[in-house]
């Protein structure tokens, strides 16, 4: 067709030539006719026509005779070198063309590529992204573009693009109808299974039969016109995420092996753009619901730059830091944050804001959670915080951010403050049973954990109220100093501590204000404008109780610390008055038990030795456990006509019972004494009178000797024990030894025989009695000092007064001992030489002991 305006030329020519007969001038523009065909037909055809001039000129030199003449040899070859030049003409066209093609083709395919690979700057949606794809492809790639997304190896959702809606429709509804599976021929199940592209360079009945489901799906697939089709899979991070899938239709390029590596290249790069788009997507929803999380998290939450500033909170942040949205705390400087709160730490001293959790974040490091104390300056409402930092690296380990999570830890945090301060304060106050000792420390208990300042009221017996104790800490001194200048206890005004001490209620007074201030000070004007400037913020009152009576009062303020007292802090003030109370009643029961206790004791012992011709004697004694307790051990020297009776001994337990069991040996032994001469016997009427009844029987251990002096300045001493550890004789030859013999405990039998045993005590010898409390004295490991110790220790004592070796076993005792004394020690020694009527009596030891006078002669 494109060669035919040549060949109709050469007709023409041809035409003209024989009807007007003058062939020299018509055969020469046969040329023309190859040179229009060189114009716009292919080489081939170009020479054909150049062909058909060349043979148009030869019979045009039969019709004026001038065939193969040598003109119109001439004019033949002209046309030959036409026709020629026409066909070459045509060969540079057709290349020029086929090249400007094929510039065309690539640079359209450039662009195309170029097209894919702006994908990724596409909106970061999947759903716009995957529209972004399909409409990618055509026309240019296809009339028909799908992609088929890959859910957990099944295939899912369908987004399509065509040339023409009503293809489009008809392909939405068969993958509705027709939902593709995964493990099926379709060549979009096979590509999304095995990874690679499908092709197929033409499809028939029979291929679209392959993998019809049924024949309504064949018949929508076969009116559809599928003529050629390409598969590829969309492959990102390793994983098929969908297919791509490119139709034709009709009469359109057969898709071919160049087609399929720029559907893989496309493929490749709308991969990456589609999975981008999801992860961006999840980014953003996970954003989201994370910030849905921070905005609704109890726990403060913010973010720091490197430089310090705030580029993050959240809500519960924002309402922490007094601010009403996250904006207005991004928007306020951090320095005036800061500056509404007076920041401690856990002890109550000033934090170190450079010390934040945040900072050392910053820093590089992994800090440690800190423990925050915040007070509100403007409402004085306390606070307690735990602040956690993290830091945030980038790629090369330089921190880039700081996340500090603060929890409130404010009600935990009171309540185990309460529950501590109680039993601190508890500990504290039960400490002592000295009055005026727990009294300060009822108010060193308070301050600073519950306020800054502190004094307790107590009423004398008079009914007189005095200031019992104070505490304060430094900072709040001249608080405490212009209260106890002011306050007045003779107001009775409500809410007043004289007010309070009358009814026993406690007062709390949030804001101290000149109202609170003129009632404390009884309506005194000089005295109220010394309280209101003591800086006192807040105050409370609350009694000290011991059962049902009121025994004094304790006042509490904050000043420097701007704390507001509230309900919480009443309630543990209340108690802490109310343990007081007991500890202070307690203090004043035992003060009372220990005079009565005392006074107990010394009626038990001798009130004063006596003084024994020719005899030096020092006793020592110290009681175990609690002053208030009686102790068992007791000892006793007075005469007996010509001679003195020496008791010591020892009854089972302590407290009342055991009084009454030491005054009745010691007494029974007294009366027994006057009609018995015999040690002996003495114990026995002592055992008579403590198993007496069977049904108290009462254990005692005594030892009773019979101390005769000599002119000679000896003494003759009979003695017998009964269950008591042995005397010790202390001589200069011997050194020291036990005498007497073991004899019966007294108590434990109805009857018993205590046999007597004489001996001689020398001028400058010295006989030792002592209690079990002696040998029993417990040392490191739980040793005992025992009598083998006792021994060495007096072996070179003969030349000792009987002073002098009270005071050593005394010492050696206190020096030994580890741990609470366990048992009541006594100690009785006789030195024989001096014959003075005016013998000095060995008295006074370490504390504890009994200081003993002489007693005239009997």
């Not at 809606?165 to 979009?188: I, K, Q």
């Not at 049924?214 to 991070?237: F, I, K, N, Q, W």
């Not at 025994?551 to 009443?570: C, D, F, K, N, Q």
């Not at 001689?760 to 040793?783: C, H, I, Q, S, W």
């Amino acid at each position: 067709m494109a060669a035919a305006p040549g060949a109709a030329i050469i007709a023409v020519d041809t035409a003209l030539a024989l009807s007007l007969g003058n062939t020299s001038l018509f055969v020469p523009l046969l040329v023309i006719g190859p040179l229009a065909a060189a114009a716009l037909a292919s080489p081939r055809c170009t020479l054909g026509v150049a062909l058909l001039a060349v043979a148009c000129a030869i019979p045009l030199g039969l019709a004026d005779a001038s065939l193969l003449s040598a003109e119109h040899i001439g004019e033949m070859a002209v046309v030959a070198a036409g026709g020629a030049l026409a066909v070459l003409a045509a060969g540079g066209r057709r290349r020029y063309e086929e090249a400007l093609v094929t510039e065309r083709a690539a640079r359209r395919r450039s662009d195309f590529v170029a097209g894919a690979g702006e994908l990724l700057e596409a909106p970061p949606e999947p759903e716009a992204m995957l529209r972004e794809i399909v409409r990618m492809a055509v026309p240019y790639m296809a009339e028909l573009c799908i992609v088929d997304l890959v859910h957990d190896g099944e295939l899912g959702e369908t987004t399509a693009y065509a040339t023409d809606p009503r293809t489009l429709e008809m392909l939405l509804e068969s993958r509705t109808r027709y939902p593709l599976d995964a493990g099926g021929p379709h060549p979009v199940a096979v590509a999304a299974r095995t990874g690679r592209p499908h092709l197929q360079h033409e499809i028939g009945a029979e291929r679209l039969r392959a993998f019809a489901v049924d024949d309504e799906h064949l018949r929508l697939m076969l009116g559809a016109g599928y003529a050629t089709s390409l598969a590829v899979p969309l492959v990102a991070r390793g994983r098929t995420i969908g297919v791509l899938s490119f139709m034709r239709f009709g009469g359109a390029p057969r898709y071919d092996d160049t087609d399929a590596e720029l559907a893989s290249e496309v493929a490749r790069r709308a991969a990456l753009a589609l999975d981008n788009a999801r992860l961006f997507a999840e980014l953003r929803r996970t954003e989201g619901q994370l910030e849905a999380v921070l905005a609704n998290l109890a726990a403060a939450v913010t973010v720091q730059a490197p430089d310090g500033t705030l580029v993050y909170v959240n809500q519960a942040a924002a309402e922490m830091m007094g601010c009403s949205s996250p904006d207005e705390m991004l928007a306020t400087p951090l320095a005036d944050l800061l500056g509404a709160f007076v920041i401690l730490d856990e002890d109550g001293r000033p934090y170190d804001l450079g010390d934040l959790p945040g900072r050392h974040a910053l820093a590089g490091e992994e800090p440690r959670p800190a423990l925050t104390h915040t007070i509100v300056k403007a409402t004085g409402e306390e606070r307690w915080a735990v602040t956690k930092a993290t830091p945030v690296r980038d790629e090369h380990g330089a921190v880039v951010l700081a996340v500090n999570i603060i929890e409130d830890v404010t009600d935990a945090r009171l309540a185990e403050r309460q529950q501590r301060f109680l039993s601190a304060a508890s500990m504290l106050v039960s400490s002592s049973l000295d009055i005026d000792v727990t009294l300060d420390k009822v108010a060193s208990a308070a301050v600073p954990e519950l306020a800054d300042w502190c004094c307790v009221d107590l009423p004398d017996e008079r009914g007189a109220v005095r200031r019992a104790a104070l505490g304060a800490g430094e900072a709040d001194r001249d608080a405490l100093d212009r209260m106890r200048e002011a306050l007045s206890m003779d107001a009775d005004d409500p809410g007043s501590p004289a007010h309070v001490l009358r009814t026993g209620r406690p007062v709390l007074i949030g804001d101290f204000d000149e109202a609170a201030a003129r009632a404390w000070a009884g309506g005194d004007e000089q005295a109220t404008a010394v309280l209101q400037a003591s800086g006192t913020r807040s105050a409370m009152v609350v009694p000290m109780t011991a059962g049902d009576r009121v025994i004094g009062v304790v006042t509490l303020g904050t000043s420097h610390s701007a704390r507001r007292l509230g309900e919480a802090e009443l309630a543990l003030a209340d108690e802490l008055g109310r343990r007081a109370g007991i500890a202070v009643e307690n203090a004043r029961l035992h003060d009372a038990r220990s005079q009565i206790a005392t006074t107990l004791q010394r009626s038990l012992l001798p009130p004063r030795l006596p003084v024994v011709p020719g005899v030096t004697i020092a006793a020592r004694f110290r009681a175990a456990g609690e002053t208030s307790d009686v102790g068992g051990d007791f000892y006793d020297l007075f005469a007996v006509g010509d001679a003195w009776m020496v008791i010591v001994g020892d009854v089972t337990g302590k407290g009342p019972g055991a009084a009454t069991i030491t005054s009745l040996a010691r007494y029974t032994m007294r009366t027994a004494a006057m009609y018995e001469r015999s040690p002996g016997a003495v114990l026995a009427r002592l055992n008579a009178a403590l198993s007496a009844d069977p049904e108290r029987r009462a254990i005692c251990t005594a030892v009773c000797a019979r101390v005769e002096p000599a002119v000679d300045g000896t003494l003759l001493v009979t003695l017998a024990r009964g269950g008591h550890p042995p005397p010790l004789l202390i001589t200069a030859a011997a050194g020291a030894e036990t005498v007497g013999t073991p004899g019966p405990l007294l108590g434990a039998f109805d009857g018993g025989t205590w046999e007597e045993r004489h001996l001689v005590v020398n001028a400058g010898d010295a006989l030792v009695f002592y209690t079990d409390g002696v040998t029993d004295t417990r040392g490191e490991g739980g040793e005992l000092f025992g009598e083998d110790r006792l021994i060495e220790l007096l072996h070179r004592a003969a030349a000792l007064d009987a002073d002098e070796v009270a005071s050593r076993i005394d010492e050696a005792l206190q020096a030994f001992e580890r741990g609470q004394q366990r048992d009541d020690v006594a100690l009785l020694v006789l030195r024989a030489g001096g014959g003075d009527d005016t013998s000095l009596v060995g008295a006074g030891a370490l504390s504890g002991t009994r200081t003993e006078a002489p007693l005239p002669p009997p």
